[in-house]
């Protein structure tokens, strides 16, 4: 299939049947690519209801690339609160960083230099060079898989499929609107080429789409089966001292929730810790919490059992640089999802 066979229709197609989304520009107007960034990296592994809000509270606080470069990291995972995947939120800011060291505060507009920024993998740096500067790339996301992998009938389950997707891509730049056309084909996923159920009969490429004319539209991409889940366990402590204040302590910056503040727990391990109170911020009397926490990552479950104390003397606790924190200031803090359940179910159980 020819470039043009396919995006003519589709951007018809998109013309009427675009959305109105907070990070996409009137038609006819130019995008900022820094909200072409911001918005990318928000809605990968995330839905557009749940980017939304978020978007528009991200733009309020970081308004450009220079604001969010001078931001401590802190105060950029803050932000991020809740759309989990944090690793997107530290290279978001590494980026940042590294565009106003290197190219003075502008994104660049061509895919290498973009891809060479920390933070910018090749979806992120293709999506900003078509969306923001109409360079003629595809980026591949997971509704653009799902659209080639049909309309080619690409059989490969996935991920091993994603090389033969690509090479579809690379064949097909747009040469009209690039911008528009990437959008056209993620809009088309979203809206018609569904997941499950894609509604052929309504799509601008029923006539050129190979899976339509098999009746196997459904049955694509094909994908490997996800091995299960590792399960780990481990058991938290939740410390007052007098006043009132709660012990936090910070995660290491690489790795899993790198950076946030959490509770002070156990390591994680594959059986339930036999003797916690030996991993304990504290020597006090600690009591156990009715019911445990369950949270589930993209490649593990982890069930938490939780501790409450109360300490007297708050220099007496194991944990370097230790952050105390009254209960009702607690929303200051870079808290990710699991610390707040683990929160909610002491002052729920607790
Ligand atoms: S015809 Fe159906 S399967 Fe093919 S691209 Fe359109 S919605 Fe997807």
Redesign the pocket.
Do not use: D, G
């Given at each position: 299939m020819k470039s043009a066979e396919l995006f003519a229709p589709l951007l018809a197609w998109y013309d009427e049947a675009r959305r109105a989304l907070p990070w996409r520009a009137p038609p006819g107007e130019r995008v900022d690519p820094y909200h072409v960034l911001v918005s990318e990296v928000m809605l990968q592994q995330t839905t557009v209801a749940t980017v939304r809000p978020r978007y528009a509270e991200f733009l309020a606080r970081f308004p450009d690339l220079a604001t969010l470069a001078a931001a401590p990291l802190d105060d950029v995972l803050h932000a991020w609160q809740g759309l989990g995947y944090y690793r997107r939120a530290r290279g978001l800011h590494a980026a940042a960083r590294a565009t106003v060291e290197r190219h003075g505060g502008t994104l660049p507009a061509d895919v290498a230099s973009l891809e060479a920024l920390p933070g910018i993998g090749p979806y992120t740096a293709a999506a900003v060079a078509a969306i923001a500067h109409d360079v003629p790339v595809l980026a591949v996301d997971a509704n653009v898989e799902r659209?080639l992998a049909?309309?080619f009938a690409v059989t490969t389950p996935l991920p091993r499929g994603r090389g033969e997707l690509r090479r579809i891509a690379r064949e097909l730049p747009p040469a009209e609107r690039p911008g528009d056309a990437v959008q056209a084909l993620m809009e088309?996923g979203a809206l018609?080429?569904r997941p499950a159920k894609?509604?052929?009969l309504a799509?601008p490429?029923?006539a050129r789409?190979a899976?339509?004319a098999a009746g196997v539209?459904d049955q694509l991409p094909r994908r490997t089966p996800k091995a299960a889940r590792a399960a780990r366990f481990a058991t938290a402590f939740h410390l007052t001292r007098p006043d009132g204040a709660v012990l936090f302590r910070r995660r290491p910056a690489d790795g899993l929730l790198g950076g946030l503040v959490e509770l002070p727990s156990t390591p994680w391990l594959e059986v339930a810790p036999r003797d916690p109170e030996a991993e304990a911020p504290a020597a006090t009397a600690w009591r156990r919490v009715p019911g445990t926490v369950r949270h589930v990552f993209t490649h593990l479950t982890l069930e938490l059992e939780l501790r409450t104390g109360r300490i007297d003397d708050p220099r007496r606790v194991g944990v370097e640089e230790p952050i105390w924190c009254p209960p009702g200031s607690f929303d200051s803090l870079a808290l990710p999802t699991l610390t707040r359940k683990l929160l909610a179910h002491v002052a729920r159980v607790g």
């Open positions: 659209v049909r309309l088309l018609i080429c894609p509604a052929c799509c490429l029923r789409c899976a339509h539209a």
